[in-house]
């Protein structure tokens, strides 16, 4: 499968990646390999066979919906982004 | 393993690692050492004993970290940009299952950022070397931590391992490696890759220590909802009779090396009077195409909150919002990070998703249905743990996917969930450790590292 510029263009923009020219390039051609390499899947019987999205056996976990105290408490939290105001974390204008 | 006990103190064990630790200090196996801390717990722990006070089961034992699990001690930055200032404000479950039982981190192991590769050479902070040869890869992606424990610098180290990842860098460097069935130990403050094959587990140098890690760290965690409730402790013995091998393993593609120790155990074993039974498994050669589809989907899923806004890295050259997200993630990624969430996001795309996404997760179904199969008739299966031992530094990082194919023999267990122990079994001529990895079915566990010390015997 040819892989086209577009669609790079495309997975960048999905993956919020603002990248270069030169990385949309060198990134293309590594992403037609590997897309090359998984197609070999195609050869594979899977007719009529159900998919399977987990393998932990149990399902349904219940527990209670209170409110558990937290080992990080608000300051901690904010101590981890790079500006804060009032509590809230600060970021450029959006509008 | 050495306990700190009225001879042996917390404190000496403690400075030993240091000590080992810094004269290896070119392998470049920890991102940061937690000397500090460390000393001080250890002080602690020997009052304790001083005292006659009660001390855990890993009173004063030093550990190495790998360094996508939370602690409050130092930065967990998962080898990456993204989280170099990342200073957890919890600790992982497992991290505080040892320290109550008295571990004490020593420092935080190298890996592959984000736990993207099978070398250690995708680090941001650059690779480690293999434990016996410094021209050679310490596999990946808990290579720090394998090299830690096979060059005795500490007597356990924490792993990951989404698709081989403890396993293979425990083979390269010559120490036990353990991933255990899906959901036994939490995840819970584990940085997350792919929650559908994310095991947590030990780098050991022989059984014993692996089963009481285990011991401490199975079971459930009202933090993680996929732990599975303890059945670790209370597994009956079932000694094993039947042991399988895969035909389609024993290739031209594996390295003769690898094919002689196998087949020498294989006599090892049938001399000790197991029953050796080929299986075929004619799936399993699709596992590593299934893998790198369901596994950067959900990376791509799991690595989307990292948006230079909450914690992490944010780009000094964003202007506005948009900006904050896009250079934040495209600077602070590795390119081997990348290409999986862009593969991730082609695999989840509209017009694409019914080709290789539910293909792969019936792909999935029908590997699941083949190992269950295969143990109806075996107890064990005994395959190689990757096609060679390690190879030179640069010789595949930049070819994605000459490294992918490093997983070919980890993959499919990850996929099916079931658990498997690699065993160091020999060493090439030039001297390059070789292992060997035993897969057992679900909850076979602790069964399974007793075999797996049978199986190291004869070395």
Redesign the interface.
Known sequence: MKIKRED?LH??K??????SDS?IES?GN??E???N????????D?EG??????????EN?W?NDEIKEQ???RE??L????ESMQDQ?K????L | MRIADKTTTAVSLVKEALEKAKKYEDKHIFVSLNEENALKKAEEIDAKIANGEKVGRLAGVPYALKDNFLSKEGNTTASSLMLEPFHSPIDSTTVKKLEAEGAIMIGRTNMDSFAHGSSTENSYFGPTKNAVDDERVAGGSSGGSAVAVALDIVPFATGSDTGGSIRQPASFNGVYGFKPTYGTISRYGVVAMASSTDCIGFFTKNAEDMDLLMEICAGQDENDMTTLPDYYSETPEKPAKKIGIIKDFDNDAVDQDIRNVLAEKVEFLKNEGYEIVELDMPTLKYALAVYYIVVPAEVTSNLSRHDGIRYGYRSEDAKDLGEIFSKSRNEGFMSENKRRIMIGNFVLSSGFYDAYYLKAQKARTKIIEEYNKAFEKVDYILTPVSPNPAFKLGEKVNDPVSMYLEDVMSVPINLAGVPSVAVPVGKTESGLPLGLQVVGPRRSDKNLLKFASVLEGDK
């Open positions: 790079i997975l960048a999905l993956s919020n990646f603002s990248m990385e990134i590594d992403l390999n590997i897309i390499y998984i197609s070999e899947l195609n050869e594979l899977t066979v159900e998919p399977t999205y987990q393998v932990f056996e149990m976990i527990r080992e990080a408490d901690a939290l101590a981890l982004t790079k974390i970021v450029p204008k959006v």
